[in-house]
């Protein structure tokens, strides 16, 4: 039989794209029909994501999508966290806030200090991120949107009710909101209660893997796809997505997707809620079957991309090659920062932000592009090495490989970074996994391929790996931590 094709739709917070996947006959093809810029909206009241624009954009791809022959299903994916809300006709009240707006600063310590952090850790086992959907909610509670609102919507799952017209709550992606019961993969009542949200707001949930409707007789006559196309909910968070197409065998695998932001940590068949590890800052989201995604959110090449934007308003050259080649060629741990200090996630200036925290380590800050980017990478293999060996030790496990998806797996000099600092082998690769998993997803859904280990298995003997040895013996790395703890003044992790 001819291989069955999939539309993956897969949004990230830079740039949206849809994917055409083939699978059978052992075979995984994919071939990108469609890219389009995701930009962000600043208007008087916040910072906000254009999900009509983005709305126009999967449309588009899904035309030529239809373009390339039969489509059996579509699946969308994007970033986690952000919603939108209807009102009781199913009409979008206003656009979603951007997860890197500021309304929430401030407040979300509150909230958490007044439901109580373990409490919620031992419930939500999240993360505390500050744009977390509870706490967006709470930052909203006392508006008229809120008060007109029906139904809340994750962003995938608001593009495919306008697909589809059918509502309804991907399980993954609702494991980020702070309102999912990660022990029984229910929503929480009791987190709704003490936070004051409407439990009503919240719709009944899916499993990836399931039906999430079918294409409206206008999105069809729009597109070219045939009448009638399901919609599957695949994991519809991107991460979730990445994770089910890492190309582990066996066990001793960590993983790091690596995007917009650096996501590390292990799989496991159960949550870790206690106290050491919501102190250490690791978050329990719900992977496919079940799974966890035992990791903590690390500020990734969004640290790269923003000094590049920075760059070019100031006319200077941002092409990222001749930026890793003289980052590569700059001195090695000369500047470090932490990643994850708050003052990283939605600064007005990145270059001039890590100077200062450069300053303010003790450390002369880097001057030159180079020197910057090598600042970034070198601080954000520490991260990796930080993160990854107390997940170890948080879940009992022992980690004998790192594989490391997404955009960042090519950025070689990362790799070869994280292998060193880890002192692990990194399996980079593949970079598309995301659209990989969205589309394995939808292949399973029809009974193209089997459960998780299959899955892997396919991705493993269809991608092209590629290998990084560690190299030097770590003891930089950990005088390198050890400066930057000092120099911070506070542990840099728990
Ligand atoms: C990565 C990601 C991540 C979330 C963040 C909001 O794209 O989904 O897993 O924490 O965006």
């Known amino acids: 039989a001819a291989p069955t094709a999939f539309a993956a739709v897969d949004l990230g917070a830079t740039s949206g794209r849809v994917i055409v996947g083939r699978v059978g006959q052992g075979g995984l093809d994919l071939t990108e029909v469609h890219r389009f810029p995701n930009t962000p909206l600043r208007l008087p009241t916040g910072l906000y994501w254009n999900l009509p624009g983005l709305f126009q954009g999967v449309l588009d791809g899904l035309r030529e999508a239809a373009g390339t022959g039969p489509v059996a299903s579509v699946g969308i994916d994007t970033w986690a966290v952000d919603y939108g809300l209807l009102d009781a006709d199913g009409a979008l009240l206003g656009l979603p806030h951007h997860y890197r707006d500021d309304r929430t600063r401030g407040l979300a310590e509150r909230v958490r200090d007044q439901v109580g952090a373990r409490r919620l850790y031992g419930i939500t086992g999240l993360q505390h991120l500050p744009f977390n959907t509870v706490f967006q909610l709470a930052a909203a509670r006392d508006s008229a949107q809120l008060a007109a609102a029906r139904t809340l919507l994750l962003v995938p799952d608001l593009l495919a009710y306008w697909l589809t017209g059918s509502v309804g709550a991907e399980i993954t992606n609702a494991s980020t909101t702070g309102l999912l019961d990660v022990r029984t993969g229910t929503w929480s009542r009791d987190i709704a209660a003490a936070t004051g949200i409407d439990p009503a707001l919240l719709p009944p949930l899916r499993e990836p893997g399931t039906p999430a409707g079918a294409l409206l007789p206008h999105v069809t006559a729009a597109t070219g796809l045939a009448p009638g196309t399901p919609v599957v909910a695949v994991a519809s968070h991107d991460t979730a997505s990445a994770v089910a197409a890492v190309p582990a065998t066996g066990a001793g695998a960590a993983y790091i997707s690596c995007g917009t932001w650096s996501l590390a940590g292990l799989e496991l068949d159960a949550p870790v809620l206690t106290e050491e590890s919501r102190a250490a800052g690791f978050t329990n989201e719900r992977g496919v079957d079940g799974t966890v995604r035992y990791l903590r959110n690390i500020m990734g090449m969004w640290l790269v991309e923003e000094c590049r934007r920075a760059w070019a308003a100031q006319g200077r050259p941002v092409a990222l090659a001749p930026l890793l080649t003289a980052a590569a060629g700059a001195e090695p741990l000369a500047a470090l920062i932490d990643p994850d200090a708050p003052e990283f996630l939605a600064p007005d200036d990145m270059p001039a ?31 990796h090495r930080r993160v990854l060996h107390r997940a170890a030790e948080l879940a009992g496990r022992d980690i004998t490989r790192v594989h490391l998806v997404g955009g960042g797996s090519r950025n070689a000099l990362l790799c070869q970074l994280t292998a060193d600092a880890t002192g692990l082998p990194v399996v980079a690769g593949p970079a598309e996994a995301t659209a990989i998993g969205n589309v394995l997803l939808q292949a399973r859904a029809r009974g193209l391929v089997g459960g998780l280990a299959e899955m892997r298995q396919l991705v493993a003997e269809t991608k092209q790996l590629r290998h990084y040895r560690p190299q030097g013996d770590g003891r930089g790395w950990a005088a390198a931590e050890a400066r930057l703890a000092a120099g911070s003044g506070r542990p840099l992790i728990s």
């Open 353 to 383: 932000t890590i100077a200062a925290a450069c300053v303010h380590t003790g450390r002369r800050p880097p001057a030159e592009p180079g020197a910057v980017i090598r600042c970034v990478l070198d601080s954000l293999a520490l991260a």
